[in-house]
């Protein structure tokens, strides 16, 4: 099971997650489920769960509609519709 919170803090936002990563049935290494994208503007972070190479793809995702709402002067959820 994968865990993950966030934190509000004065200056910003804790973000903590369990470090196990599983591939079902064939084995579970310690990694952390953290990631960053930091050509993004506004320093995203994200956890993820399940499948590390969708994720990644999700990841890349949200950092290239986080580019275009930069870019184009929008919320970055308008970028995604």
């Not at 865990?3 to 290494?29: E, H, N, R, W």
């Not at 953290?34 to 590390?52: L, T, Y």
Request: charged share 20%; net charge positive; hydrophobic share 50%.
């Amino acid at each position: 099971m994968t865990i993950a919170a966030g934190f509000q803090c004065s200056d910003g936002v804790a973000l903590c997650a369990d470090t196990q990563i599983t591939i079902p049935g064939v084995i579970k290494y310690p990694e952390s489920i953290i990631r960053s994208s930091p050509d993004a503007p506004w320093k995203p972070f994200f956890v993820f769960a399940g499948d590390g190479l969708m994720a990644k793809m999700a990841i890349l995702q949200f950092a290239a509609c986080l580019q275009k709402a930069k870019k184009e002067s929008r919320w970055p959820v308008e970028a995604l519709m």
